[in-house]
């Protein structure tokens, strides 16, 4: 079965820097993309970007451009969200997601990952 | 890009039929049938409920289906039961590799 485990729950001053890993199982992880959603509590979803598995290729929404990076490392099938710069309105829930494919269209999510920043 | 527009509620009753919309511009909903839907129960995980813009996943139910026209997609809930109530959310690509979500929907069975 195809499983997405996410990093645990952070707590971060404004201005820091909070990595979130999301380690993948059951598939192919080259054969897919990641993609990286948020939650901010009590609001709707942001799409955040995505990293493909196969070659590292990123795409970010364009709000959150110069303060995110997302990376991969294939050897162990994880992928990872770093957001830079911390801001309050950055405390929200933040959720990795196994992209369809041509050939698959589920989609599978990780449990979340609550970012809280306060100072 | 702004989040695309849905209402911020809709109910029904057990059995009914109900239709969420989902408003967007010739810059996302309008130029792509790259349109998804999402359940979210509270506290859990979004679930994928329809993709380019009428498919169903493997596992979803029949009583959902999705369609579109023009700049609006539009999710359809048949039959409505109890475990329907939650918060729907749809998402459309919106060039440039990007994609955008809508404010959400939520639903509840009277």
């Known amino acids: 079965q195809v499983h997405l485990v996410q990093s645990g729950a952070e707590v971060k001053k404004p201005g820091a820097s909070v990595k979130v890993s999301c380690e993948t199982s059951?598939?192919?992880?080259?054969?897919?993309?990641i993609t990286w959603v948020r939650q901010a509590p009590g609001q709707g979803l942001e799409w955040m970007g995505r990293?493909?598995?196969?070659?590292?290729?990123?795409d970010y929404a364009q709000g959150l451009q110069g303060r995110i990076t997302m990376t991969t490392d294939k050897s162990t099938s994880t992928a990872f969200m770093e957001l830079k710069s911390l801001r309050s309105d950055d405390t929200a829930v933040y959720y990795c997601?196994?992209?369809?494919?041509?050939?698959?269209?589920?989609?599978?999510w990780g449990q979340g990952t609550l970012v809280t920043v306060s100072s | 890009q702004s989040a695309l527009t849905q209402p911020a509620s809709v109910s029904g009753s057990p059995g009914q039929s109900i239709t969420l919309s989902c408003t967007g511009s010739?810059?996302?909903?309008?130029?792509?049938?790259?349109v998804s839907w999402y359940q979210q129960h509270p506290g859990k995980a979004p679930k994928l409920m329809i993709y380019e813009a009428t498919k169903r996943p493997p596992g979803i139910s029949d009583r959902f289906s999705g369609s579109k026209s023009g700049n609006t997609a539009s999710l359809t809930i048949s039959g409505l039961q109890p475990e329907d109530e939650a918060d729907y959310y749809c998402?459309?690509?919106?060039?440039?590799?990007?994609?955008?979500f809508g404010t959400g929907t939520v639903v509840s069975v009277l």
């Open positions: 059951g598939y192919t992880f080259t054969s897919y993309h």
């Open positions: 990293i493909s598995g196969y070659n590292g290729n990123t």
């Open positions: 998402c459309s690509y919106a060039g440039g590799s990007t994609y955008v």
């Open positions: 997601v196994r992209d369809s494919n041509y050939y698959d269209p589920r989609e599978f």
């Open positions: 010739t810059s996302n909903v309008g130029s792509y049938n790259l």
